[in-house]
């Protein structure tokens, strides 16, 4: 496995690449497993980026305490077969003297549901912007990026798509502790305590997915995680592809829909979603 802090020729030829800001956990496990998979098969070198993203960070002090393990990451990849671990700096992905946002055209799920775009406003303009650059900077055949981040992974499909890249979006199932608590580079920052308060997150979410009655779903969700002391920024059941509400919610709905809920606990944003699968009813 090669380590770089520039890309090369290798890393710039074509890869399936995984974007990462480190701290690596079982959920990138799985990232990291599909694409050394699709690599092999390409023929192509898989790669892991590892860069925490200044731009895609509300507060300073989120992005101060995030996480660094290092040591760790490296010592995950090489054991999971990676070819080569792009770890560059802020001046390599932002170069001071290029313009690096051009060509980038943040889609309407990056700013419409009201779910991420509303509590973490700019957000996704920084994600859209590291993530294009990275594809630009590793000519990326394909990328992995996780269900969890649901809202994430459609705006990077949008953006994409936008952009007209050749390039293929492989989404990867959420990971979840023995608990049900979805696996999070943020889960490091949970004290104990918080820790077994957080679970009533994937427990308000799997005890939603089997309410047929989308309205119905919402008010489980609100009330478990309230028993739980957790007060959710949303618990929502929409539309998986476009974020929206549901248009006839309480009545039949047949799209394929997703429960998302984002929480602070014990002072750590966690977010989580299931898909909700709709059944007719009457
Ligand atoms: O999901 C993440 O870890 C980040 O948002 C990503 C995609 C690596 C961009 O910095």
Redesign the pocket.
């Known amino acids: 496995m090669r380590v770089i802090e520039e890309p090369d020729l290798e890393l710039t030829a074509r890869c399936v690449l995984v974007?990462?800001?480190g701290a690596l956990h079982g959920g990138h496990g799985t990232l990291i497993e599909a694409a050394v998979r699709r690599a092999k098969i390409e023929g192509v070198p898989s790669a892991v980026?590892i860069?925490v993203?200044p731009k895609?960070f509300n507060e300073q002090a989120d992005f101060d305490r995030y996480p660094n393990r290092m040591a760790d990451d490296l010592a995950m990849c090489r054991d999971a077969g990676v070819d080569i671990v792009f770890n560059p700096a802020v001046e390599v992905v932002y170069p001071p003297d290029e313009d690096v946002t051009s060509g980038i055209v943040i889609p309407e799920i990056a700013t419409e549901p009201g779910l991420e775009d509303l509590y973490r406003p700019g957000h996704f303009a920084g994600?859209c912007q590291?993530?294009s650059r990275?594809f630009d900077l590793c000519g990326a055949s394909a990328a992995v990026?996780?269900e969890k981040?649901w809202q994430?992974l459609g705006c990077?499909r949008a953006m994409s798509k936008q952009q007209g890249r050749d390039l293929a979006i492989i989404p990867a199932q959420t990971v979840r502790e023995e608990s049900g608590l979805a696996m999070s580079?943020r889960n490091l920052n949970l004290s104990d305590e918080a820790r077994a308060q957080a679970v009533g997150i994937s427990r308000a979410l799997f005890a939603a997915s089997s309410v047929r009655i989308p309205e119905q779903g919402e008010s489980l969700m609100r009330e478990m995680l309230g028993s739980d002391g957790i007060e959710p920024e949303y618990a929502v059941i929409r539309d998986s592809e476009t974020l929206m509400p549901l248009a006839d919610m309480g009545r039949e709905t047949h799209v394929p829909c997703r429960a998302l809920i984002a929480a602070n606990v014990g002072g750590v944003r966690l977010i989580d979603n299931v898909p909700w699968t709709p059944t007719a009813y009457a």
Request: glycine content about 6%.
């Open positions: 974007p990462t800001m980026s860069f993203n895609q994600v590291v993530v990275l990026f996780g981040d994430q990077i580079s």
